[in-house]
């Protein structure tokens, strides 16, 4: 509103002569409520109750007052404060109005009205002056909208606390009077009990006094019950307490089963078997449920009917490995072993309870008695052997472990010498005797750095091949006067192929022929670019002889592993790999190892590859027994069972019997490699083998039914044979195959011809173990027929030309730098640039060799068929004449058959 429209409202006109008209509040529209609501819960029978909503309108009246502005009267009674009790004391209560205290409440209100005071009559109110209402403004309307807006949201934020605060009273009320209630009924049933043990005390005194007074001595009864002397009659005291017993007893059980039958109001259980830490503190005793009770009298009545127990099936997890026993699934499965066999013949498969059985076997008999399998690997054992990855905190720093490498006679034993030199603890005890692959340098300001000895780089590749990353910094020593050697390229990419840094180590300064920038120059040609000319390898100018810069070597070496920031944890089960092994006469098995994580203890148990033992003995290079070795740590260990292999990982486990579980396994699976690198048994394998031309002669076992078809056999054999190829028959017999035959067919290397026979249990488990075959025939055409096809192959195959094509020279060209080049037309066949021609000059060959390019126009093409003409160029052959005929032929190998 502006002030020209509040100025037009509150000034009179001179025309009209009107009085002057004002807001109530200057400035502001108001709008208040004329309604005042309430809400009440109105109950009806059957406990249904709702809510109803309570609204009094009042009515506003104005009065102009003496300074000319209109005013509302306020009435004498204000029914809202009544309203607001009369919802309040209801919602309260929570309980239905009784029809009195209803109309009490009205007749109150009534009265409470009729005492307001009458309005003024209508001749004494003054006039009212005239209004000139106006159009609200868009800012009043939104006022206004806005208060009616925030008068019902307090309106009903009160309603709804008021409501909340009811339903809160009615709750605790009600709690409270469940509490009374509860209180009520403990102190009733405490009454009855006490009573109950009182009326138990009194019967028991009483039927006490009555047999007393019945077994007194002298009477006849006592007579009659063979009362002999007062003596032996027992206490009054003891048979007042046996009847009492007696009696709460039998009292107890009739209480139980009334309780267990008739469950108090109260209890809130729904099986009587549970029980609370109140109850159990209390002094009530536990009752068994009714399920247990009636399971329990079912139990009863099955057990004197004679009729057996229901017992229900346990199924079990059965583990299957890949080869058990039918004895020890049995008891896997918690059955008898007999079933086991049964189920197997049920199955169509004979077997004894020691004899062993596939897992697929296995897996569908555990299925049929109702149990879980789960398949196992005999890899499995080896599952948790490397623990698992450890965090950066619990790492700490460890020596570096460096190894020294290149060509012969450049000087790294010399080097070696030199560093080993360096060592202070060694100088001080005089000097040292080193026979391991392995020891540690201390320098003077405590560093350590652990060299390896690796000559011929065997121990390292194969370490590599393992995945064992041993070295973490390679020193490449190259010869200031030689410069890079074929051996120093090989050892350079085996450093490369470990992915370790590389320290260019350039010995023999101090000779005159010495020339370390043109061995730097030379690295550039492998990819190592020195830090002098830019790069991010270390080279550093040495001598051995004279001990120059061993110093800047060392100080290059700590800086690189400095760099490399090498950690490990040495709180834990020790890994780590065998540098070297030996067998020692006097101490048995002796493994340079080197640990990589972890500390290794004196008596730990460890796997070294195919050999376990327990720790007896560690020492240093230096043959000092020392009791633990950290990470980075080269030491001896003596306790192994066996020697093994260079760059064999060892780990230490928890027990002997889990060490034995994964040598057993790591030595089977080299048996099973071996026996498939040597198996030559196989007639396939065999057939291979004669064709490379590495075998001409096939040994035999045969045995056959009878003596006449082991002749006959051997006779038709015999007629096989060539200046080229034979089949020697090791051995002949009569019967079946057995492990003697095995035997001499695997020394042979051979197969095993069986006619009309069968290999025993014992000869087919030692043949599957050795690789050797055996073939089964039961006519003797198809055991000829097989064995001439293996002689066939064991011949040489013969080379066969066949001719493809012929073509004529009809020109000759000769180009600058190519040489000439026959222009010729293909008169039959085809010419192949794939083939080899022969010059044919009035039918004598002159030339034979290959085609070095063949061209259709001007196109390098395969081949040229008849009738179009063609280019050919020959190599080392350049006398070719017009009228030449070249021909075409292809060299094809023909088997040879007998």
Same mark, same amino acid.
């Given at each position: 509103?502006?002030?020209?429209?509040?100025?037009?409202?509150?000034?009179?006109?001179?025309?009209?002569?009107?009085?002057?008209?004002?807001?109530?509040?200057?400035?502001?529209?108001?709008?208040?409520?004329?309604?005042?609501?309430?809400?009440?819960?109105?109950?009806?029978?059957?406990?249904?109750?709702?809510?109803?909503?309570?609204?009094?309108?009042?009515?506003?009246?104005?009065?102009?007052?003496?300074?000319?502005?209109?005013?509302?009267?306020?009435?004498?009674?204000?029914?809202?404060?009544?309203?607001?009790?009369?919802?309040?004391?209801?919602?309260?209560?929570?309980?239905?109005?009784?029809?009195?205290?209803?109309?009490?409440?009205?007749?109150?209100?009534?009265?409470?009205?009729?005492?307001?005071?009458?309005?003024?009559?209508?001749?004494?109110?003054?006039?009212?002056?005239?209004?000139?209402?106006?159009?609200?403004?868009?800012?009043?309307?939104?006022?206004?909208?806005?208060?009616?807006?925030?008068?019902?949201?307090?309106? #009903?934020?009160? =309603?709804?606390?008021? &409501? %909340?605060?009811? !339903?809160?009273?009615? $709750?605790?009320?009600? *709690? /409270? +009077?469940? @509490?009374?209630?509860? #209180?009520?009924? =403990?102190?009733?049933? &405490? %009454?009855?009990? !006490?009573?109950?043990? $009182?009326?138990?005390? *009194? /019967? +028991?005194? @009483?039927?006490?006094?009555?047999?007393?007074?019945?077994?007194?001595?002298?009477?006849?009864?006592?007579?009659?019950?063979?009362?002999?002397?007062?003596?032996?009659?027992?206490?009054?005291?003891?048979?007042?307490?046996?009847?009492?017993?007696?009696?709460?007893?039998?009292?107890?059980?009739?209480?139980?089963?009334?309780?267990?039958?008739?469950?108090?109001?109260?209890?809130?259980?729904?099986?009587?078997?549970?029980?609370?830490?109140?109850?159990?503190?209390?002094?009530?005793?536990?009752?068994?449920?009714?399920?247990?009770?009636?399971?329990?009298?079912?139990?009863?009545?099955?057990?004197?009917?004679?009729?057996?127990?229901?017992?229900?099936?346990?199924?079990?997890?059965?583990?299957?490995?890949?080869?058990?026993?039918?004895?020890?699934?049995?008891?896997?499965?918690?059955?008898?072993?007999?079933?086991?066999?049964?189920?197997?013949?049920?199955?169509?498969?004979?077997?004894?309870?020691?004899?062993?059985?596939?897992?697929?076997?296995?897996?569908?008999?555990?299925?049929?008695?109702?149990?879980?399998?789960?398949?196992?690997?005999?890899?499995?054992?080896?599952?948790?052997?490397?623990?698992?990855?450890?965090?950066?905190?619990?790492?700490?720093?460890?020596?570096?472990?460096?190894?020294?490498?290149?060509?012969?006679?450049?000087?790294?034993?010399?080097?070696?010498?030199?560093?080993?030199?360096?060592?202070?603890?060694?100088?001080?005890?005089?000097?040292?005797?080193?026979?391991?692959?392995?020891?540690?340098?201390?320098?003077?300001?405590?560093?350590?750095?652990?060299?390896?000895?690796?000559?011929?780089?065997?121990?390292?590749?194969?370490?590599?091949?393992?995945?064992?990353?041993?070295?973490?910094?390679?020193?490449?020593?190259?010869?200031?006067?030689?410069?890079?050697?074929?051996?120093?390229?090989?050892?350079?990419?085996?450093?490369?192929?470990?992915?370790?840094?590389?320290?260019?180590?350039?010995?023999?300064?101090?000779?005159?022929?010495?020339?370390?920038?043109?061995?730097?120059?030379?690295?550039?040609?492998?990819?190592?670019?020195?830090?002098?000319?830019?790069?991010?390898?270390?080279?550093?100018?040495?001598?051995?002889?004279?001990?120059?810069?061993?110093?800047?070597?060392?100080?290059?070496?700590?800086?690189?592993?400095?760099?490399?920031?090498?950690?490990?944890?040495?709180?834990?089960?020790?890994?780590?790999?065998?540098?070297?092994?030996?067998?020692?006469?006097?101490?048995?098995?002796?493994?340079?190892?080197?640990?990589?994580?972890?500390?290794?203890?004196?008596?730990?148990?460890?796997?070294?590859?195919?050999?376990?033992?327990?720790?007896?003995?560690?020492?240093?290079?230096?043959?000092?027994?020392?009791?633990?070795?950290?990470?980075?740590?080269?030491?001896?260990?003596?306790?192994?069972?066996?020697?093994?292999?260079?760059?064999?990982?060892?780990?230490?486990?928890?027990?002997?019997?889990?060490?034995?579980?994964?040598?057993?396994?790591?030595?089977?699976?080299?048996?099973?490699?071996?026996?498939?690198?040597?198996?030559?048994?196989?007639?396939?394998?065999?057939?291979?083998?004669?064709?490379?031309?590495?075998?001409?002669?096939?040994?035999?076992?045969?045995?056959?039914?009878?003596?006449?078809?082991?002749?006959?056999?051997?006779?038709?054999?015999?007629?096989?044979?060539?200046?080229?190829?034979?089949?020697?028959?090791?051995?002949?017999?009569?019967?079946?195959?057995?492990?003697?035959?095995?035997?001499?067919?695997?020394?042979?290397?051979?197969?095993?011809?069986?006619?009309?026979?069968?290999?025993?249990?014992?000869?087919?488990?030692?043949?599957?173990?050795?690789?050797?075959?055996?073939?089964?025939?039961?006519?003797?055409?198809?055991?000829?027929?097989?064995?001439?096809?293996?002689?066939?192959?064991?011949?040489?195959?013969?080379?066969?030309?066949?001719?493809?094509?012929?073509?004529?020279?009809?020109?000759?060209?000769?180009?600058?730098?190519?040489?000439?080049?026959?222009?010729?037309?293909?008169?039959?066949?085809?010419?192949?640039?794939?083939?080899?021609?022969?010059?044919?000059?009035?039918?004598?060959?002159?030339?034979?060799?290959?085609?070095?390019?063949?061209?259709?126009?001007?196109?390098?093409?395969?081949?040229?068929?008849?009738?179009?003409?063609?280019?050919?160029?020959?190599?080392?052959?350049?006398?070719?004449?017009?009228?030449?005929?070249?021909?075409?032929?292809?060299?094809?190998?023909?088997?040879?058959?007998?």
């Amino acid at each position: 509103m502006n002030k020209d429209a509040a100025t037009d409202l509150t000034e009179p006109t001179e025309k009209e002569g009107r009085p002057k008209l004002t807001l109530a509040t200057p400035g502001r529209v108001e709008l208040k409520k004329t309604v005042e609501s309430g809400q009440v819960r109105q109950s009806f029978s059957h406990g249904r109750s709702k809510a109803v909503a309570v609204e009094v309108k009042k009515k506003r009246i104005f009065k102009p007052t003496t300074a000319g502005r209109m005013a509302e009267v306020k009435p004498a009674f204000d029914a809202k404060p009544a309203l607001e009790a009369t919802a309040t004391a209801a919602a309260a209560a929570a309980v239905r109005p009784t029809r009195s205290e209803a109309r009490q409440a009205v007749n109150t209100g009534r009265a409470q009205v009729e005492a307001r005071p009458a309005p003024a009559p209508a001749e004494e109110r003054p006039a009212r002056p005239a209004l000139v209402l106006k159009t609200l403004t868009d800012e009043e309307k939104e006022a206004r909208s806005r208060a009616v807006g925030e008068a019902r949201k307090a309106d #009903a934020e009160a =309603r709804k606390g008021a &409501e %909340e605060r009811a !339903r809160r009273e009615a $709750e605790e009320e009600a *709690r /409270r +009077a469940r @509490e009374r209630e509860a #209180a009520a009924f =403990r102190q009733a049933e &405490e %009454e009855t009990r !006490r009573q109950t043990d $009182e009326d138990m005390r *009194r /019967r +028991a005194e @009483e039927q006490a006094a009555r047999l007393l007074t019945e077994d007194a001595p002298g009477t006849e009864a006592a007579g009659a019950r063979g009362v002999v002397s007062p003596t032996s009659a027992p206490s009054t005291r003891q048979l007042v307490e046996e009847e009492a017993d007696r009696v709460r007893r039998a009292t107890k059980g009739a209480e139980v089963r009334r309780s267990a039958l008739a469950p108090r109001r109260n209890d809130q259980r729904r099986r009587g078997g549970r029980i609370t830490v109140t109850q159990a503190l209390s002094d009530e005793e536990r009752v068994r449920s009714i399920a247990a009770m009636r399971r329990r009298a079912e139990r009863e009545r099955r057990a004197q009917a004679g009729a057996p127990t229901e017992q229900q099936k346990v199924v079990r997890d059965v583990v299957i490995p890949e080869m058990i026993t039918v004895q020890e699934l049995a008891n896997r499965m918690a059955v008898r072993g007999n079933e086991v066999v049964k189920a197997l013949m049920a199955m169509g498969q004979m077997a004894t309870i020691t004899q062993s059985i596939d897992a697929d076997t296995a897996e569908l008999l555990v299925t049929e008695f109702g149990h879980k399998s789960r398949r196992v690997s005999e890899a499995d054992v080896e599952e948790g052997l490397k623990g698992a990855a450890d965090i950066d905190t619990a790492k700490e720093l460890r020596p570096p472990v460096v190894t020294i490498m290149g060509h012969v006679d450049h000087g790294k034993t010399s080097l070696l010498d030199a560093l080993r030199e360096t060592d202070v603890a060694g100088g001080e005890a005089g000097g040292i005797t080193q026979h391991i692959g392995a020891y540690q340098v201390t320098l003077a300001g405590g560093q350590r750095i652990t060299f390896l000895d690796t000559p011929g780089h065997e121990a390292f590749t194969a370490m590599r091949g393992r995945g064992a990353k041993l070295t973490d910094i390679v020193v490449l020593v190259v010869a200031a006067d030689d410069g890079i050697m074929p051996q120093t390229v090989e050892a350079l990419n085996h450093a490369k192929a470990a992915g370790v840094p590389i320290i260019v180590a350039i010995n023999k300064i101090d000779l005159p022929g010495a020339n370390p920038q043109r061995v730097r120059q030379e690295l550039l040609q492998h990819g190592l670019v020195v830090e002098e000319m830019g790069g991010d390898v270390l080279a550093v100018d040495v001598s051995a002889r004279k001990k120059t810069n061993l110093d800047k070597l060392e100080e290059a070496i700590l800086l690189q592993a400095e760099v490399l920031d090498l950690r490990a944890n040495p709180n834990r089960s020790a890994e780590g790999a065998v540098i070297e092994a030996r067998l020692d006469r006097g101490r048995g098995s002796i493994a340079t190892v080197l640990v990589q994580r972890g500390t290794l203890n004196a008596g730990d148990i460890i796997v070294a590859g195919g050999e376990w033992g327990r720790v007896r003995v560690l020492s240093d290079e230096r043959g000092r027994q020392v009791q633990s070795a950290g990470p980075g740590q080269p030491v001896e260990v003596l306790g192994l069972t066996g020697v093994p292999a260079a760059g064999d990982e060892f780990s230490v486990v928890d027990s002997e019997r889990r060490a034995r579980e994964i040598v057993d396994y790591r030595q089977k699976r080299v048996r099973d490699a071996r026996a498939a690198l040597g198996a030559r048994g196989t007639l396939e394998q065999m057939f291979a083998r004669i064709k490379e031309g590495k075998l001409k002669e096939l040994p035999v076992v045969v045995k056959a039914d009878v003596h006449g078809s082991v002749e006959a056999i051997e006779a038709s054999l015999g007629k096989f044979a060539t200046d080229e190829v034979a089949v020697r028959v090791l051995h002949g017999g009569v019967g079946g195959i057995n492990e003697s035959d095995v035997t001499l067919a695997k020394a042979s290397g051979g197969m095993i011809l069986g006619f009309n026979v069968r290999a025993n249990a014992q000869a087919r488990e030692m043949a599957e173990r050795d690789g050797v075959e055996i073939r089964y025939y039961a006519i003797i055409y198809e055991l000829l027929d097989e064995l001439k096809a293996a002689l066939s192959g064991m011949l040489a195959p013969r080379q066969q030309e066949k001719v493809i094509g012929t073509a004529r020279v009809l020109q000759v060209f000769n180009i600058t730098k190519v040489g000439k080049i026959a222009g010729c037309r293909v008169t039959s066949g085809v010419m192949r640039r794939s083939a080899r021609v022969r010059i044919l000059r009035d039918d004598v060959a002159v030339f034979s060799g290959p085609i070095r390019a063949l061209k259709h126009v001007k196109d390098d093409v395969r081949e040229v068929k008849d009738g179009l003409e063609c280019g050919i160029a020959l190599d080392n052959f350049q006398d070719i004449h017009e009228g030449d005929v070249f021909e075409a032929y292809e060299i094809e190998q023909v088997i040879r058959t007998l």
